[in-house]
C-alpha cells in the first residue's frame, strides 16, 4: 500500500466516526422526545420560568360571591411582593424565605407571627393568613398542580387535565384551618389548564369543586383561579424600609 493509500484511510476514518456520531445523537434526540410526556413538558417550562431572573403576575380567585385579585412580583433571590385585593380592601405583602410582613391598616407593618399571635381579626384574616403561609410563586405552584393532576393532555399551545381525587381534596382544603378530626372535603374535583409560550409557563387556570365544612355547616364551594405571567426579566422590586425590618 503506498502513502497515498494510507493517506486517504486516515481522512475517512474520522468523517465515518463523525456521521456514526450524528446519527447517534439524532437517535438518542428521538428517543428523549418520543419519551417526553406533557407533563414533562409543563414541568420544564415551570422550571424555566423559575430561572428567570425576575417576573410579574396577575391572580384572579373567584369563588361565588367570594373573589380577590393578586398582582404579585419575585425575583430569583426568593424575594415576593404581593398585593392582595378583596373588595376595596388591597393589603401590600413582602415574603422570603419562609418569613412574611403584611401592611394592616390598624397595625402598620405586622410579621406573620405577629399576625397569628393576634387573637382579634376574625375568619378573613386567618384566612389570608393561612393563604400567605402556603403561598407558592406562579412556577412552584405550576409544578404542584401539575402533580395533583391525573393525566395532561396537549391541544396547540395548551396543556390541561383532570386533578386527581386525592389532589382535588388537598387543594380545596389548603388556606383554612382544619382539626385533626375534621371531616374531608366531599365530592371534590377540578381541573387544570396550562399554556406555554417562549418555553416557559405563560398562564394557568385552576377549576375546584366540591363540599367542605366550615364550623357546623357545609358549603358547596366552586371556583376558578386564574394566573396571568408578565414582564418576564424586567420586573423590579421596591421593598420600604419598615418591611424590611421586619422581614429581617
Not at 396537549?154 to 386527581?164: C, E, F, P, R
Amino acid at each position: 500500500m503506498n502513502s497515498s493509500d494510507d493517506l486517504s484511510q486516515t481522512s475517512t476514518i474520522p468523517m465515518k466516526t463523525k456521521i456514526l456520531f450524528n446519527i447517534l445523537t439524532m437517535a438518542a434526540a428521538s428517543v428523549l422526545a418520543a419519551d417526553s410526556s406533557p407533563k414533562d413538558d409543563v414541568t420544564s417550562a415551570a422550571k424555566t420560568l423559575a430561572q428567570k431572573d425576575n417576573y410579574s403576575w396577575k391572580s384572579t380567585m373567584d369563588f361565588g360571591n367570594f373573589s380577590t385579585t393578586t398582582e404579585g412580583k419575585t425575583d430569583k433571590g426568593g424575594l415576593a411582593a404581593l398585593a392582595l385585593t378583596t373588595g376595596d380592601n388591597t393589603r401590600e405583602v413582602f415574603l422570603k424565605g419562609g418569613k412574611g410582613v403584611v401592611k394592616t391598616p390598624e397595625e402598620g407593618w405586622q410579621s406573620l407571627t405577629e399576625i397569628e399571635a393576634a387573637s382579634s381579626g376574625g375568619r378573613g384574616r386567618q384566612f389570608m393568613l393561612r393563604r400567605l403561609q402556603n403561598f407558592k410563586t406562579p412556577a412552584d405552584e405550576a409544578v404542584n398542580l401539575v402533580g395533583k393532576a391525573a393525566e395532561l393532555k396537549k391541544d396547540g399551545d395548551a396543556y390541561s387535565g383532570d386533578l386527581t381525587e386525592a389532589g382535588a381534596k388537598e387543594l380545596l382544603s389548603l388556606g383554612r384551618p382544619r382539626s385533626a378530626d375534621a371531616p374531608e372535603p366531599k365530592n371534590a374535583k377540578g381541573s387544570v389548564k396550562f399554556w406555554i409560550k417562549d418555553g416557559g409557563i405563560s398562564k394557568y387556570e385552576l377549576k375546584q369543586q366540591g363540599t367542605v365544612r366550615f364550623g357546623d355547616n357545609d358549603r358547596d364551594l366552586d371556583g376558578t383561579t386564574t394566573v396571568e405571567i408578565k414582564d418576564v426579566g424586567t420586573t423590579k422590586i421596591e421593598i420600604p424600609d419598615a418591611a424590611k425590618k421586619k422581614l429581617s
